[in-house]
């Protein structure tokens, strides 16, 4: 079974430093990930995902995330905060072969940007 | 513009009754999803369609109920049996229903009972 943790329910960075939002994955098979941004009261709006075509996958609004295989991993960056970029960030998971039975969902990490 | 609709964006439901959420895509996708999102609990899948006329439980089915007449909507019905129904709901789909099909979201129901 897939399953996602996200490192940290809350951070908070200052405007101008580095993003780093953590997301570990569990997946028997090869997996696909995806993340997404939720402003508040909205839906959720793709960043970027990674589909085994390259381990860096630049995403819009100037987000990166690497996949690392033998750490599990698929973190989130930014090189410089934006207080825009405050928001509600997930990271999703689904599978190689698997069906059409929907993402799983870390449980997300909010974003604070300090001015 | 393509994309997907929700309403109504808030909706309130005294508690026994059923209340039906709406959602409809113009995207001509053939698989859509249903979600309900609690404050730090991330997404949870209640139900999905792959194409007209079929659907399959996600992981917290009960108490929910929906339907898929027709390719472009999928409405979800909560019912009286559903416990704690207050959440935020999203509407989703996808091309085909793939695994690395990207899924894209509507705007959601705010639900509250009374």
């Known amino acids: 079974a897939q399953s996602v943790t996200q490192l940290g329910s809350h951070v908070s960075v200052s405007e101008g430093a580095l993003v780093l939002l953590r997301c570990n994955y569990s997946s028997s098979v090869p997996p696909y990930l995806f993340w997404y941004v939720q402003y508040p009261n909205q839906g959720l709006q793709l960043l970027l995902k990674?589909?085994?075509?390259?381990?860096l996958v630049k995403g819009i609004n100037g987000f990166e995330a690497e996949f690392k295989k033998s750490e599990t991993s698929f973190h989130l960056t930014k090189p410089s905060a934006h207080m825009s970029d405050a928001a509600e960030y997930f990271c999703?998971?689904?599978?190689f072969g698997g069906g059409a039975d929907g993402l799983t969902f870390g449980k997300g990490t909010h974003l604070i940007i300090q001015p | 513009d393509g994309g997907i609709t929700q309403s109504p964006k808030y909706l309130f439901r005294k508690e026994g009754q059923n209340v039906t959420l709406s959602c409809e895509q113009n995207l001509n996708h053939d698989a859509m999803y249903w979600y309900r999102q609690d404050p730090g609990q991330g997404l949870r899948l209640i139900y999905y369609?792959?194409?007209?006329?079929?659907?399959q439980k996600g992981d917290i089915a009960e108490g929910y109920s929906v339907s898929r007449e027709k390719k472009e909507s999928f409405p979800l019905t909560v019912t009286s049996a559903q416990k704690n129904p207050t959440a935020f709901y999203l509407c989703?789909?996808?091309?085909?229903?793939?695994?690395?099909?990207?899924?894209?979201f509507g705007p959601g129901t705010r639900l509250t009972v009374l």
């Open positions: 989703a789909s996808s091309m085909g229903g793939l695994a690395g099909d990207t899924q894209y």
């Open positions: 369609s792959q194409i007209v006329n079929d659907f």
């Open positions: 999703a998971v689904s599978e």
């Open positions: 990674y589909t085994s075509a390259a381990t």
